[in-house]
């Protein structure tokens, strides 16, 4: 658990898991379920993008409100509203190309600069853009705007390379999952900077899980493996379900190890 003491001597608790195995995988499930929960709602639920958009967008607010209100790290609340984000920001993106004729190639310049000056703006008030460092509700609230914008582009990249540059869901995949593997590798063996890493590979596994989704998800006429929305969200639903029950668990037990006063 990453912690601080300010100059009254109390204890401020991160409000961001440690950056672990079980992080990067919760984060490619939260991604993929994204894609597919957006898709099931628009088109098998018929909610249509506005209704979908509005409902997800409630859905959204109220669960960021109660994570910026908690205490401390809570999983279920962290990653719920991990999931929720990653289905709003495929919507801003979905809205923008099919309601609003934007090119894929435009959407991804146009969040690629709004989230690089998110960057500019966050550094600029706290001087770190180190998850290891979200003690204010302030920080906090950069934190999920830079996440927000790392989902509307990686959408919107996912779908410019596997759609616009017609390279396939299943070769799209791989280039991603190689790009993460290259920052991998150049932060542990050519020590590239904490930071950057994180984020550069933090995007990426957002077009990554996109275009996992997809592939499950799609016809096989349209390149995909035909499981259909509802199956393919199904199966992650329950998969991160699974796994923040585990890391809620793991924490309790964690938090249960409590030093003996001496002194009583």
Same mark, same amino acid.
């Given at each position: 658990?990453? *912690? ?20 990067? %995988? +919760? ?28 409902? +997800? ?8 409100? #109660? ?17 929720? $984000?990653?289905?709003?920001?495929? %919507? ?16 991804? $310049? ?14 600029? &008030?706290?001087?770190?853009?180190? $998850?290891? *460092?979200?003690?204010? *509700?302030?920080?906090?609230? &950069? ?21 616009? +540059?017609? #390279? ?21 063996? &050519? ?41 393919? *969200? ?6 991160? !379900?699974? &796994? ?10 964690? +938090? !249960? ?8």
């Amino acid at each position: 658990m990453n *912690s601080l003491r300010n100059e009254s001597g109390l204890q401020l608790l991160n409000k961001i898991p440690e950056v672990t195995l079980w992080f990067w %995988l +919760m984060k490619v499930m939260a991604t993929t379920v994204g894609e597919t929960v957006a898709d099931f709602l628009n088109v098998s639920l018929n909610f249509g993008l506005t209704g979908t958009s509005v409902v +997800m967008g409630i859905l959204l607010a109220v669960f960021l409100f #109660l994570q910026v209100r908690a205490s401390e790290y809570v999983p279920w609340l962290y990653w719920l509203v991990v999931i929720l $984000i990653s289905v709003v920001g495929t %919507l801003i993106t979905d809205n923008l190309v099919d309601n609003f004729g934007v090119a894929l190639q435009t959407t991804s $310049i146009i969040f690629g600069v709004v989230l690089l000056a998110t960057f500019v703006v966050w550094y600029s &008030f706290e001087k770190t853009l180190s $998850i290891h *460092s979200i003690f204010t *509700s302030r920080r906090e609230l &950069f934190y999920w705007a830079a996440i927000l914008f790392t989902f509307a582009l990686g959408t919107a990249a996912g779908d410019l390379a596997a759609e616009g +540059m017609a #390279l396939g869901y299943a070769k799209s995949a791989l280039m991603f999952g190689g790009l993460i593997a290259a920052t991998t590798v150049s932060y542990y063996l &050519f020590r590239a900077n904490a930071i950057a890493a994180f984020w550069i590979a933090y995007i990426l596994t957002r077009p990554l899980g996109a275009s996992c989704g997809d592939l499950l998800s799609q016809p096989v006429a349209n390149g995909g493996l035909g499981l259909g929305t509802v199956v393919t *969200s199904m199966l992650f639903l329950v998969s991160s !379900a699974v &796994f923040v029950i585990y890391l809620s668990v793991s924490r309790k037990r964690e +938090m !249960a190890v409590v030093p003996i006063n001496l002194e009583e």
